[in-house]
């Protein structure tokens, strides 16, 4: 795997237009990062992609928050980091080999798309996680959905488990920001207007913060549970929307960020 190093560039003002683009085995040449970091979306088949789409589009539920969360977060990571990166995602079917030149991979949504790697799939990302490549699960909520994240995780991760983190003994909460309160992170269709004017927040249970180790005491997999870190990049220009829940989710993936690139 090639794991840049970090290196105090600042990342170019100008952005381009981005493309929503499943990159499959055979792109590998398309998919070469532009830059210290380029964030890497994993795609991935599921009901939304074969059938109804979303919001009418042919999209996949690996697709939600997409591009907004890309553009709000590299913004922020481009104020509060000298991390040099590329202004879009690149968009990543397990099956390419340009997956191992990216270190950093986000999928989301695995529960509502009901995320079932094949064979395959499992086996070349169980090869790029142990190689170092660092995996952040985001956007799924419920009882329902977390055996459809746990079942797919066994395939591809069968003798390590899942465990839940701490701030007191897990370094990933502290190797940028000190993050030694675990707030969930909601979503914003989980906001309502309460009878006071402020806004509240519902979510679907309590939020996990969990992960997967391997055998040398490396995270390889952040695990965000009954949370949408994605929607707080997503909607941070939205009034509407907490700042200060926005602002924590960008010191978390920060955190992952800095981790992935370092470890």
Same mark, same amino acid.
């Given at each position: 795997?090639?794991?840049?190093?970090?290196?105090?560039?600042?990342?170019?003002? +100008?952005? +381009?237009?981005?493309?929503?683009?499943?990159? +499959?085995?055979?792109?590998?040449?398309? =998919?070469?990062?532009?830059a210290?970091?380029h964030?890497?979306?994993?795609?991935?088949?599921?009901?939304?992609? !074969?059938?109804?789409?979303?919001?009418?589009?042919?999209?996949?539920?690996?697709?939600?928050? $997409?591009?907004?969360? *890309?553009?709000?977060?590299?913004?922020?990571? +481009? !104020?509060?980091?000298?991390?040099?990166?590329?202004?879009?995602?690149?968009?990543?079917?397990?099956?390419? @080999?340009?997956?191992?030149? /990216?270190?950093?991979?986000?999928?989301?949504?695995?529960?509502?798309?009901?995320?079932?790697?094949?064979? *395959? &799939?499992?086996?070349?990302?169980?090869?790029?996680?142990?190689?170092?490549?660092?995996?952040?699960?985001?956007?799924? /909520?419920?009882?329902? *959905?977390?055996?459809?994240?746990?079942?797919a995780?066994?395939?591809?991760?069968?003798?390590?488990?899942?465990?839940?983190?701490?701030?007191?003994?897990? *370094?990933?909460?502290?190797?940028?920001?000190?993050l030694?309160?675990?707030?969930?992170?909601?979503? &914003?269709?989980?906001?309502? !207007?309460?009878?006071?004017?402020?806004?509240?927040?519902?979510?679907d249970? @309590?939020?996990?913060?969990?992960g997967?180790?391997?055998?040398?005491?490396?995270? =390889?997999?952040?695990?965000?549970?009954?949370?949408?870190?994605?929607?707080?990049?997503? /909607?941070?220009?939205?009034?509407?929307y907490? &700042? @200060?829940?926005?602002?924590?989710?960008? !010191?978390?993936?920060?955190n $992952?960020?800095?981790?992935?690139?370092? /470890?």
């Amino acid at each position: 795997m090639k794991i840049p190093v970090v290196v105090a560039l600042l990342v170019s003002a +100008s952005l +381009s237009a981005p493309q929503l683009r499943a990159q +499959s085995a055979g792109d590998e040449d398309l =998919m070469q990062p532009l830059a210290e970091f380029h964030m890497a979306r994993m795609v991935y088949q599921d009901g939304g992609a !074969r059938n109804r789409g979303r919001y009418g589009m042919r999209r996949g539920w690996w697709a939600i928050d $997409y591009p907004e969360a *890309e553009l709000h977060f590299f913004g922020g990571v +481009s !104020r509060l980091t000298n991390v040099a990166m590329a202004d879009d995602s690149h968009h990543i079917d397990l099956l390419n @080999p340009a997956l191992f030149d /990216h270190p950093w991979l986000f999928a989301q949504q695995v529960g509502q798309g009901g995320w079932n790697p094949s064979p *395959e &799939e499992a086996a070349n990302l169980r090869e790029y996680l142990l190689k170092g490549g660092f995996l952040v699960i985001d956007d799924f /909520h419920s009882e329902r *959905e977390w055996p459809i994240m746990a079942n797919a995780m066994a395939k591809v991760l069968p003798d390590f488990p899942i465990v839940t983190l701490d701030p007191r003994r897990d *370094e990933v909460f502290h190797v940028l920001y000190d993050l030694d309160t675990l707030t969930q992170i909601p979503g &914003e269709r989980h906001l309502y !207007r309460s009878g006071d004017g402020s806004i509240q927040a519902q979510l679907d249970g @309590p939020q996990r913060w969990a992960g997967i180790y391997d055998k040398e005491g490396r995270l =390889m997999v952040a695990i965000n549970f009954n949370m949408d870190m994605g929607d707080a990049w997503e /909607h941070a220009d939205d009034p509407y929307y907490p &700042e @200060p829940m926005t602002a924590l989710a960008y !010191r978390f993936g920060i955190n $992952y960020l800095i981790y992935a690139l370092t /470890h």
